[in-house]
Nanobody
Framework: VQLQASGGGLVQAGGSLRLSCAAS????????MGWFRQAPGKEREFVAA????????NYADSVKGRFTMSRDNAKNTVFLQMNSLKPEDTAVYYC????????????????WGQGTLVTVSS
């Protein structure tokens, strides 16, 4: 399985960005896709996850109401729509795939994309 993330960039506080992550390879049908982020000097943290089959989602409290994760079945792609961005959202964002089901724990995700940098200026 390979994951290719894109869509990061520089945006002012209050602005929006949409991240994409395309999955290729033998993913199966019961997997979960997630977004994690890591700010400088901090540990990687969970942002959002989506169960591929049902489209059920989970969000970190820090992004609820601002971020929306969705998927495009035909393109094997997930999206993270980020609105009302804050400087504290600045981080490298990683997409990841867990073949075993819903989790918010990074170690449960077996496959990882390369990361895309999101910078929010104040």
């Amino acid at each position: 399985v390979q994951l290719q993330a894109s869509g990061g960039g520089l945006v002012q506080a209050g602005g929006s960005l949409r991240l994409s992550c395309a999955a290729s390879g033998r993913t199966g049908t019961s997997f979960v896709m997630g977004w994690f982020r890591q700010a400088p000097g901090k540990e990687r943290e969970f942002v959002a996850a989506i169960r591929w089959r049902s489209a059920d989602t989970n969000y970190a409290d820090s992004v609820k109401g601002r971020f929306t994760m969705s998927r495009d079945n035909a393109k094997n792609t997930v999206f993270l729509q980020m609105n009302s961005l804050k400087p504290e959202d600045t981080a490298v964002y990683y997409c990841a795939l867990n073949p075993d089901g819903m989790s918010m724990v990074a170690s449960r995700f077996r496959y990882w994309g390369q990361g895309t940098l999101v910078t929010v200026s104040s």
